[in-house]
């Protein structure tokens, strides 16, 4: 699979503001379409209505599975995830479901209904993608934010079966707001109760439970800590003089625990908000050949900060 990075500052890039229509617009130049020198991610879009966009991942290694997002609303889209989509519109069990989120995930772009543009940065392989929006800043501003901004993630795990069918899972908000993204959540414990807001499965590792709310965590480094970034030993690290990161793994949050996958190119650092949100690093040791960014990322109304892998080596 190859990752490609897209940006609000790349030549002929669409641009994102708080009006209906800019979401779905700047998914499908992506995912879908391309747009200047950028090469589109690989993704189908098998069905468009006004201001409705469906998206299903590549089907040769990957679930096939995808996204409908309604963007009629001025400063966000709600997405949910379906196991189906046809050319003719037919949606087949989604997730999550309107009784568990109302509203559908909320992809939140703007905190003004207008035409203001805001950064973003998409970083996608044709079996899924992170979308980053800088809400509350100006496109000057771009990456290095100071606060919370928004993650979105849509797209299948790296499963530990890789004949799980169901590993496909949508991150998002669960209302309105910008304030209930909880991306940069982890839970302290692998356990029947370790769920993170907006973290939807299509289902249970059984395949019994239809849209399936689950958890995520990461090394036990940050003893205690449930935002990434926020907590663990001191920058640099004085051992290896760089930054130490920890897988993120996501969990059913079943009776039985199961670990479903990794979340592909994502990693937590053990340090509290090492570096500057927009910095770029390269690994070295077992890392050596990756490229990274760091990115500032909300967990409800508080800052996190994220490692995300832009080099072609997720899987």
């Known amino acids: 699979m190859t990752v490609r990075v897209y940006r609000w500052d790349d030549a002929s890039a669409p641009v994102l503001t708080g009006q209906s229509g800019s979401r779905t617009a700047l998914l499908k130049a992506c995912l879908v379409t391309g747009y200047g020198a950028k090469t589109a991610a690989g993704w189908s879009n098998p069905y468009s209505g006004t201001n409705i966009e469906a998206f299903t991942n590549s089907s040769i290694g990957g679930t096939g599975y995808g996204i409908l997002v309604t963007d009629t609303n ?6 949910v995830g379906y196991e189906s989509i046809t050319g003719g519109g037919v949606l087949t069990n989604q997730f999550p479901t309107s009784a568990q989120v109302a509203t559908g995930l909320v992809i939140f772009s703007s905190v003004t209904a207008d035409a203001t543009p805001r950064p973003w940065l998409l970083v996608a392989d044709e079996k ?13 501003t771009g990456l ?4 919370y901004a928004q993650l979105f993630f849509a797209g299948d795990l790296i499963g530990l079966n890789a004949a799980d069918p169901y590993r496909f899972m949508v991150v998002g908000g669960t209302t309105a707001a910008a304030t209930t993204n909880y991306v940069g959540g982890i839970a302290t414990t692998v356990d029947n109760g370790s769920t993170v807001q907006g973290h939807y499965l299509a289902r249970n590792y059984a395949g019994a439970t239809i ?13 205690g800590a449930t935002i990434m970034g926020t907590a663990g030993v001191s920058y640099p690290d004085q051992v290896s003089s760089g930054m130490l990161l920890s897988k993120v793994y996501v ?4 009776t039985s625990y199961q670990i479903r996958g990794l979340m ?6 053990l340090h509290n908000l090492p570096g500057n949100p927009g910095d770029v690093f390269s690994g ?5 050949g990756k490229s990274f960014i760091l990115l500032d990322v909300p967990s409800g109304t508080n800052r996190g900060r994220v490692v995300l892998e832009t080099s072609s080596t997720w899987e």
């Open 251 to 254: 969990n059913d949050a079943d």
């Open 144 to 147: 290095a934010t100071t606060g």
């Open 128 to 140: 899924r993608f992170y979308l980053w929006i800088g809400h509350n800043v100006t496109t000057t």
């Open 211 to 223: 849209s399936k709310l689950c958890g995520k965590t990461a090394s036990n480094l940050q003893t």
């Open 74 to 79: 001025a400063q966000y889209a709600s997405m």
């Open 284 to 288: 070295v040791g077992p890392l050596s």
């Open 264 to 269: 592909p190119g994502l990693f937590n650092p």
